[in-house]
């Protein structure tokens, strides 16, 4: 019995510290990675399964060419900072892609990007 509460003291806080230093996962976009749709958006939003710190954090369109497409680089929303919007400036067709650099608020950084193409 003493060898069950001394793992349990060791092994407990390990689980507890693997939960609590998670980094920001993407929940989901919109459009969706991967997505063909018929009209440009005029924003795209990233959602997030952790709070992020704004100040760190940032979400960047570019075109196929390269070239930054977004105005900014994401704003978090005021109802909770688990997503970026970024506004895109142009409505031209092709492919885009979408760059998220993220830091959750236990200071973990998280990247990633996927493209969706305007037809």
Known sequence: ???????????????????????????????????VVNIAPATITVFFDAELEPVFSSLIIKNKQGEKVSQGSGETQSSGPKSLTAKLSTKAKGVYHVYWDVVSRDGHRASGNFTFTVQ
């Open 1 to 35: 019995m003493t060898r069950l509460i001394i793992l349990y003291l060791f092994v407990a806080p390990c689980l507890w510290c693997d939960q609590a230093m998670a980094h920001a996962l993407l929940e989901r976009s919109v459009p969706a990675p991967g997505a």
